[in-house]
């Protein structure tokens, strides 16, 4: 008497369970690619922030060139751990010095996320974000930076706004931008 064999029909328990972990190595790897993309778009939300603060602060500039001495920061950071009021003392008139501290310290205030509100809370669109103006006389211009934390390390940006704030000593978390305002010389 000979015994029909019967074809196995379906899948072993092995072929299941190396499928599963195919499809689980597969999710890990899409997930991880999820939080890169998340990260790398909040860079960008991060650097378009501080662009617009820098452009911000550029055009007050240009717009108040009776006063424009008072720009000029020199070393004093605004922004982040900086809550002290900016004065500016015998530069122009004294409507256009108000406007200049006005100015610096509503900058100050965007830098430090006073303006954007969630649950009642300041939440910046950049982290401990400090800005700097500096005169550079020899350009005849104003240099505008705003500096921020970044989500990770990276190359260390150059300047001295916010030096040392960033990083185990080397701003490898910092990032910057910075905005150029050309001072119009009337002098023939």
């Not at 717009?63 to 001495?69: C, L, T, V």
């Amino acid at each position: 008497m000979t015994e029909l064999s019967v074809p196995a029909e379906g899948f072993t328990l092995i072929e299941v369970l190396v499928s599963l972990l195919l499809f689980t190595v597969g999710l890990l790897g899409y997930a991880s690619l999820q939080l890169t993309v998340q990260r790398f778009h909040w860079e960008i939300h991060q650097r378009i922030y501080a662009v617009n603060l820098a452009s911000y602060m550029a055009n007050q500039v240009e717009s108040n060139p009776i006063a424009q001495g008072c720009y000029n920061l020199g070393s004093v950071e605004v922004g982040s751990g900086q809550e002290a009021m900016f004065q500016c003392v015998g530069v122009g008139t004294l409507a256009t010095r108000d406007l200049a501290q006005a100015d610096v310290n509503q900058w100050s205030a965007l830098l430090r996320g006073e303006g954007q509100m969630v649950d009642k809370l300041n939440s910046s669109g950049l982290t401990n974000a400090r800005g700097c103006i500096t005169f550079d006389a020899s350009n005849n211009g104003y240099l505008v930076t705003v500096v921020w934390q970044g989500l990770t390390a990276t190359v260390a940006t150059l300047g001295r706004c916010g030096d040392g704030f960033y990083g185990e000593g080397d701003n490898r978390w910092r990032r910057a931008t910075q905005h150029w305002v050309s001072v119009a010389s009337l002098d023939g």
